[in-house]
């Protein structure tokens, strides 16, 4: 017989959620004025998934990824993607050792617990496959042995715009295994004075000090995973990604994956909304930023169809389940 979930207690959920705003506060005292932004960065690390930073050169996608990095603690590593770039400059390669007279694995940049992938789509399509076992399992193989990565693993990948000169689309495997998708966009007039303020005399960057250690967020997407999720909650959830298989503008819906990505990530808005328990607003909320770049649409749809438009007709259409979210009204 199946052991019955420990599901969060409201106190523990409380507890879980400051240190996650603990890491906001950390963040934010570098990359100003895109809340938003670090919030949706901050869910993903709660929900252990990777994350997919988009915008146009300047705007700040690496200075956001080290700072995440840095607030988080534990081995970092950054990977600049070049055209030139081959699948085992990522992941490591096997080199003959003269002294013991043998083949010994070198690791790759990959075996870190922060991984930056920067501008990853200006490598050619078979480097950027280099990290589809790796951002799965986990794992790295090499000549038929498998090595594990660090915990917690996490990409941070930069991408630019894929209409910008040496750019590469993203393979769909890959894009699906992204958590989800931020950008940044240019700041107001205001946050670019206090950006300029802060660069003068120095970077905030460089006295940013970790929050947390690599063990600490380990623990968080443990207790993340407790978060109720009341059945009603849950088949809406499947319904909202299920409609996007079977709509007329999409090519290609999203996959069990995205269900499984879209599930954590209502849990850990939940969290950040200080509540222990999913509602149906925290799948909304996640939808988006989740579902959108996972859907290929079709070619032949009349104008310019974005992934966004679709999400949100769906969520509009999907009925809203109403009561019985919280544990007490479980039956």
Known sequence: MQEAVPYLSESEAQAVAEQARTLIRAVESVIFGKSETVRLITVGLLSGGHLLVEDIPGVGKTTLA???????????????????????????????????????????????????????????????????????????????????????????????????VGTYPLPEAQMDRFFARAALGYPSPEVEARILESRQLGAPLETLQPVMTPEQLLDMQRQTRRVYISPSVRRYLVDVVNATRHHPKVMLGASPRASIALMLGAQAHALLSNRYYVTPDDVQQ???????????MRSDASGSVRAESVLREI??????????????ARV
Do not use: C, W
């Open 286 to 296: 996640m939808a988006l930023p989740v579902l959108a770049h996972r859907l290929m």
């Open 66 to 164: 080290r700072a995440v990095a840095k607030a988080i603690g534990g081995q970092f590593r950054r990977i600049q993607f070049t055209p030139d770039l081959l699948p085992g400059d990522v992941t490591g390669s096997i080199i003959y050792n003269q002294a013991r007279g043998a083949f010994e694995f070198h690791p790759g940049p990959i075996f870190a617990n922060i991984v930056l992938a920067d501008e990853i789509n200006r490598a050619t399509p078979k480097t950027q496959s280099a990290l589809l076992e790796a951002m799965e399992e986990r794992t790295v193989s090499i000549e038929g042995e498998s090595h594990p990565l660090p915990q917690p693993f996490l990409v941070i990948a930069t991408q630019n715009n894929i209409e910008m």
């Open 315 to 328: 969520l509009s259409q999907i009925p809203v389940p109403i009561g019985g979210d919280a544990p007490d």
